[in-house]
Every structure is written in C-alpha cells, then in structure tokens.
C-alpha cells in the first residue's frame, strides 16, 4: 500500500497573523446592494461581456512540465517557493470567498454588479485552485475548508472595499506581467513553469481591476470630493508599503528569478501609480526623493520588530525594545503621507 507523504496545511501554525498577512475581507452587503450604478451602467455591462466571455477558461491547464520532479531543489529553494505559494493562494481564496459573498448578497437587488462579482469569483477559484495544485508538487496543499471556517475577517465599508481592491487587482497585473516579461527575457531564470502561465492571469487580475474603476465612477463622490483625494493617497499609499515590506522581507525569492526586489517594487510602484493616475484624482509622487528614503526606514523598522521578536526575552522587555522601531514606522508613515501629491486633473463628470 502507497504512503502519501503530502502535509495538510491548515495554517493554525504556518505563519502569525500581521499587518502584512493575507486578510479576509467582509463588508456591508446591503449598502452594496443599493448602489446606483445608473450612471456608468454600459462600461459596466461592457466588462461583465467580457467575463461572460471567459478568455481564460481553458488557459490554467497543467501540462507535461509539471510531470518533473521538484526534488532538485535545494530546501532553502523549496521553502521559498512553498510561502510564494502559499501566501498568494490564501490571497486569491480570500479574494474568491469576499466575491462570492458579495455576488450572493447582491443577486436580487443589483443583478448587474452580483453577475459582475461571481465571474471574480470563478477567477479567484480558479487562481486559488491552479496555485493548491502547485504546492502538491511540493508535498503540501493548503486545507482551504479550514481558511473558511477560521480565519478572522476584517470589515471594510464598500467604499474601502472599491479602493482597496481596485489597487490590489491592478499591482497584481504589473507585478505578474514584470516578472512573465522578465522570465520571457531570461527562460534560464524560470525554474518552475507556473511563470508561464502569468500573462493570461495578469489579464485576469487588469480586468477585475477595471470593473471596480467603473463601478468607482458611477459613484461621484469616490472620486470627486477633498475626502476621495485623502482616500486616494492612503489606500495608494498602505498597498505601496505593503509590498515594499512583503518583498524585501522575501528578497531570496526574487532573486532566484534573476529580480533586483527594490528594482522589481519600484517599478511596479511607478506602473500601479500610473494606471491609478486614469482613475483617482490624486496619485503619490514616487519620483519625490524622500519617497523611497521614508520606505527604506520603514523597511528598517521592520526587520527590527522582526529581530526583537525572534530574540528569546520575555514579551516585557521585547515590548519596551521594540518601541524606538514602531516610533521610527509610524513616523516614517506621517512623513509618507504628507508628502505633496500630484494632482491628475482627472475629475469624472457623469450625472
């Protein structure tokens, strides 16, 4: 008799929740619901074609190069590649249940946008499922039914909801397209063929972010008002730094693809700033000098709250040694902010 030797991640010990953990998102559906979308009614429908559509229903098919075996991985690789896994198939799942659950809510009163919701969700479930496969080349899959039930959710108003996953969907799309196009470039540095299937999955990720710019629009004031311009740089701002930190906590990782990660983020960061420049009416001034100075000490900050809680000292005095770093992050956060912006003159003008 076969012995399976895959492990079961249930996640209870994979990695502690932080601010840089994949989240789970909940929001208030009855708002959503009532949303008048009136305005921008055919963009939307235009979109939702495209879903109905399907460009990539017989793309996230594995073939042959799977078949190889994985073992010529040295651990420090493996273990790379495991988190990479896992981290990016707990934020598809989350992405997938949050749509879901929208598309439920909404199937009554808001037809159009719950149509909308459950194509993301087929996406996300189809991106969450393709990446699980992955990690069984490993010996390992992540037990999705036990994210469902236990994970903690965070609640997010629907506005909050717009931005944050508007932005989220579109840094998807440049990080997925800059490492595709790179590996198109370097194929001695595509050591696993899961890369080769980032193009169409990148489109995947453009188009969601696209349909939450048109809802976004059919809803003045995200868009036009002193307080959308404050939403605007914050939620830039919180996506920015979460990657800039994720990564260069990661840097092995990208290396591994041939990537220079402050050069990969950068670049990713100028490109999500860009396209948000089409549809917010402010975007951050990456080319500002302090702008990455400010990142960097942010980045300090938080590999020694990582160092001090690794140290074996009790939670008293790793407390008191860690308050020097959480002052130096959220100040570094304040100067962020403040920043001057750049103002886009882009003002949506639908009744």
């Known amino acids: 008799m076969a012995i399976s030797t895959k492990k079961i991640i249930d996640t209870k010990g994979t990695f502690k929740e932080n601010l840089l953990t994949p989240r789970f998102y909940t929001t208030n559906f009855k708002e959503m619901s009532e949303l008048d979308i009136s305005s921008n009614r055919e963009e939307i429908e235009a979109i939702v074609e495209e879903f109905r559509i399907d460009y990539n229903r017989d793309h996230f098919i594995r073939d042959k190069e799977f078949l190889t075996s994985w073992d010529f991985f040295d651990e420090k690789t493996r273990d790379i ?13 989350s992405g997938f249940l949050l749509y879901k659950e929208i598309s439920r809510n909404l199937k009554k009163e ?42 903690k959710y965070t609640f997010f108003a629907p506005k909050f909801i717009f931005y944050a996953t508007y ?35 990148c489109q995947d990720e453009n188009r969601h972010g696209d349909f939450f710019a048109a809802i976004m629009k059919s809803q003045k004031p995200l868009l036009n008002t002193y307080e959308s311009k ?112 750049i103002e886009t003159k882009y003002i949506w003008t639908l009744a």
Not at 171 to 196: A, D, M, Q, S
Not at 279 to 289: H, M
Not at 307 to 333: G, N, T, V
Request: hydrophobic share 45%.
């Open 81 to 93: 590649f495991i988190e990479f896994l896992e981290r990016s198939c707990t934020a598809e799942f």
């Open 110 to 151: 808001n037809p159009l946008l719950a149509e909308g919701f459950s194509y993301m969700s087929r996406d996300e479930a189809r991106h969450a499922g393709f990446l699980n496969k992955a990690m069984s080349d490993f010996n390992i899959s992540l037990d999705l039914g036990f994210l469902t039930k236990t994970r």
């Open 167 to 201: 932005l989220s969907e579109k840094i998807g799309y440049w990080r997925y397209i800059t490492i595709y196009r790179h590996l198109e470039k370097n194929p001695n540095f595509r050591v696993y063929p899961l890369f080769r299937f980032f193009e169409s999955w």
């Open 230 to 341: 404050l939403w605007s740089k914050f939620f830039l701002l919180s996506v920015f730094v979460t990657m800039y930190l994720n990564d260069l906590q990661r840097k092995d990782f990208y290396s591994t693809l041939g990537l220079d990660t402050k050069q990969f983020d950068k670049h990713v960061i100028r490109k999500t700033n860009q396209s948000a420049k089409t549809l917010f009416p402010v975007i951050l001034d990456t080319e500002n000098p302090q702008f990455y100075e400010l990142l960097d000490l942010c980045v300090v900050a938080n590999e020694n709250l990582i160092r001090i809680e690794k140290e074996e000292h009790s939670q008293f005095s790793k407390f008191f040694a860690k308050i020097p770093f959480y002052f130096l992050m959220i100040s570094s956060l304040f100067k962020l902010f403040f920043l001057p912006a």
